[in-house]
């Protein structure tokens, strides 16, 4: 509201006041007290209304003394002839006051109301804009257009952190539209100084910008900056608004770095994908040249110049034991970087020690193994990945068959424990010493006492409980009453209804 | 017999392996070829190596099957028994995972090769006489020692399936289908229950069957002794 504006209002009152105080002159004698007094308040009014109370008042102040002055007897004195007129004078003196005062009232209460609603339509226009972004820097860039907008302000900044805190990246940047003309400045952060917006109205070092931390849930995410020439003069309505925008802004901000991070967790997965094709690659490009090396060693056993050469033998086996040791190798690997592929069924104890057992069948085939059920004519069953566990059975019986006496029984077990199925296999062997009962998990570890010809890579009894624990399940150790070591597997049991044994 | 694979060297190591035990050999280094020479030649078994350079296995198993019933055996250097399984669905008759020993590859050609030739003659099935045991699937009669063996309809049901099948992998989907149908269940579960049973009744030591092997993660293999 500018100073020559106002005294252009005041002095058109005046010159109203005055121009009707000389027309009533020329018409006195036809005119009543009540005639004059209306008039002069209507004057009143309509200074009150255009440039409110002060106005209102100071017309109200000069009426009072035109009135005395010249309409009432004695005129041109203000004296009263009829002491009655003091009490015409005192109540339009005390109505155009009161008048003046309710119409400023009034005037400000409106004002007060329209400046609400706009900030409403911002806070409608700005959720309606976050909606409809699909992208979060586009919320943004809305954000900081509708803050711009509803504070007047010559540019709204929104800044996101990067990393370390003083690592500032302009997300969104809002400018008054006609600044568009003049050239202006690029938004530098170099110009802006961190350190003003850690106090949300705090010292801000220049007056022209006001900044303040955008914090979700205690964490900063960024900064908001407005800037205005000459100054940022916000009343405390605008600050409120500021404040509550800010928040919105704050969310925008943090979507922006979640949209990040999910690109960051995608491409992380794409490592995955990339990690699990490698090692497919791998086992595929390791197995296939093996199996022309076991093929020819083989056809050389057969019929090479002498048949049985136990040259051929060895290829063969150390093929075989190539083999083994891959396989070691790419499970251990899959299960270290989480490439794991479990599929768990409902499958039958009888089925996971019959798969094991053939499948140690070629090294075990003059030991004597034995299996015994407690569970009488019930088929035990639990949930598990068939292949793995069969896996872990092999390495627990091929591990009882390294470390114990050639001529010593096996025995496999299968019992139900609680919610577990529980498969063990026990040996006749030297046992494991105390030291030794946790270590021996751990991968390419060796007991001190372990045979040279143990062959593998000491990574048996690691994948076995690896390959446990990822299904529910897990490997432990336990020494054998009367010599020797119990390895067992536990995995999650199921129930056999019963219909089935119908 | 046709070999189909894209690496010479193993198809030079197969042939050494097999020459001996079977008659002329062809070599096909991908799926087309494979196909134009399984169509003239008709070989009587046809071995397939995936990841061929043109097309995958799975789709060359299928193609074949639409027109021949010729055996297919297929060799894998993956380990997913999900594939092994689809790719008993598409028609291949068995699988062999790499590496592999000789004789366990000729062992599952001569069954293939017998298997095919065996001519079905529909409900004059001669009894089966596997050392002590006699199953007559035809009589639904199954005597061990000479003595009887109740088996219940069910377990009937799942030894005709493999039996059927004899020599060469099912599919645990497959035989669910074919005794339960669409029965509401749990498959899995039934399956194992009435496997581990039929074992029990059969085999003379259940944990380690002769007659029922477990293809782990695949399904049943009935096995024919020789």
Redesign the interface.
């Known amino acids: 509201m500018s100073p020559s504006a106002r005294a252009r209002r005041w002095a058109i009152a005046f010159v109203v006041l005055f121009a009707l105080t000389g027309a009533m002159l020329l018409v006195r004698s036809q005119l009543d007290k009540a005639h004059v007094a209306l008039l002069f308040l209507l004057v009143v009014l309509v200074g009150s209304a255009i440039d409110g109370n002060a106005l209102g008042l100071t017309l109200a102040g000069s009426a009072f003394l035109l009135f005395d002055f010249l309409f009432l007897p004695p005129y041109y004195a203000f004296g009263l002839t009829n002491p009655l007129d003091w009490l015409v004078l005192a109540s339009f003196l005390v109505t155009s006051i009161v008048a003046a005062q309710l119409l400023a009232h009034a005037q400000r209460r409106t004002r007060e109301a329209r400046a609400r609603t706009l900030e409403v339509e911002g806070f409608s226009t700005l959720g309606a804009e976050t909606l409809n972004a699909a992208e979060p820097v586009q919320a943004l860039a809305a954000i900081a257009d509708v803050i711009r907008a509803t504070l007047d302000v010559d540019s709204c900044d929104i800044y996101v952190h990067r990393g370390s805190d003083t690592d500032l990246e302009l997300l969104a940047h809002a400018t008054r539209p006609k600044s568009a003309s003049s050239p202006a400045a690029s938004p530098s952060i170099g110009s802006f100084e961190p350190r003003g917006w850690t106090l949300p109205w705090g010292e801000i070092a220049d007056a022209r910008a006001v900044a303040i931390a955008l914090t979700v849930h205690g964490r900063s995410v960024g900064v908001l900056r407005v800037t205005n020439d000459p100054r940022v003069d916000l009343a405390p309505g605008q600050r409120d608004f500021l404040n509550a925008l800010s928040y919105y802004a704050a969310l925008g901000v943090e979507r922006v770095q979640l949209a990040a991070d999910a690109s960051h967790t995608a491409a992380l997965r794409d490592s995955d994908r990339m990690k699990n094709a490698l090692l497919a690659a791998v086992s595929h490009d390791l197995r296939t040249p093996l199996t022309t090396v076991k093929a020819l060693a083989h056809t050389i056993v057969e019929r090479g110049a002498s048949p049985g050469d136990s040259n051929a033998v060895s290829i063969e086996e150390e093929a075989d034991r190539l083999t083994s040791l891959i396989t070691d190798l790419l499970d251990y690997s899959r299960l270290m970087g989480g490439a794991l592929h479990l599929a768990p069924q409902i499958e039958s104890a009888d089925d996971l020690i019959g798969a094991a057992l053939a499948s140690v069948r070629g090294i075990v085939q003059t030991r004597s193994i034995r299996v015994t059920a407690d569970a009488g004519s019930v088929v035990p069953l639990g949930r598990f990945d068939f292949v793995h566990s069969v896996r872990v059975i092999v390495n627990l019986i091929e591990n009882a068959v390294k470390y114990s006496a050639p001529d010593a029984p096996i025995d496999i077990g299968v019992h139900r424990a609680d919610d577990k199925l529980v498969v063990s296999v026990a040996d006749r062997g030297a046992g494991v010493s105390e030291r030794d009962r946790e270590r021996i998990f751990e991968p390419f570890y060796r007991t001190a006492g372990a045979p040279l010809a143990a062959h593998g890579a000491g990574l048996g009894l690691a994948i076995a409980r690896g390959l446990a624990l990822a299904q529910g399940g897990d490997v432990t150790y336990a020494a054998r009453q009367g010599g020797g070591s119990v390895f067992s597997l536990s995995l999650p049991a199921a129930e056999q209804p019963a219909e089935v044994l119908a | 017999m046709l070999i189909v694979d894209d ?1 010479a ?2 198809r030079s ?2 042939r ?2 097999l020459e001996r035990e079977v008659g002329t050999i062809l070599e096909a280094s991908n799926g087309r070829d494979a196909i134009a020479m399984a169509e003239q030649k008709r070989p009587a078994v046809v071995i397939v190596d995936l ?1 061929l350079p043109d097309m995958e296995g799975i789709d060359l198993c299928r193609i074949i099957r639409e027109w021949s019933s010729v055996p297919i055996l297929v ?1 894998s ?6 594939e092994k399984a689809s790719l008993l669905e598409a028609g291949a008759d068995d699988y062999i995972t ?6 366990e ?1 000729r062992a599952r050609v001569h069954a293939a090769v017998r298997r095919s030739q065996m001519t079905p003659v529909p409900g004059s099935e001669a009894p089966l006489v596997i050392g002590d045991l006699v199953i007559d699937t035809a009589r639904r009669i199954v005597t061990s020692a000479g003595s009887d063996v109740h088996l219940t309809p069910t377990e009937w049901g799942l030894l005709r399936v493999l039996i059927a099948n004899a020599g060469r992998p099912v599919t645990h989907a497959r035989l669910f289908d074919a005794v339960w149908g669409q029965a509401a269940g ?1 498959a ?3 399956l ?6 039929l ?2 009744k059969l085999e003379a030591d ?4 002769r007659l029922i ?2 293809e ?2 695949v399904g049943y293999r009935f096995v024919l002794p020789p």
């Not at chain 2, 250097?77 to 999900?82: K, M, Q, V, Y």
């Not at chain 2, 194992?192 to 049973?197: D, G, I, L, M, S």
Request: no cysteine.
């Open positions: 690496e060297k193993i190591a197969l050494q392996a990841g060799l250097a993956r380990t997913d028994e999900h790499k590496p592999f020993s000789t004789v590859l749990d899995q579960l039934y194992r229950v009435y496997v581990a049973h074992r029990r259940s944990y380690r069957p092997l477990t782990p993660g």
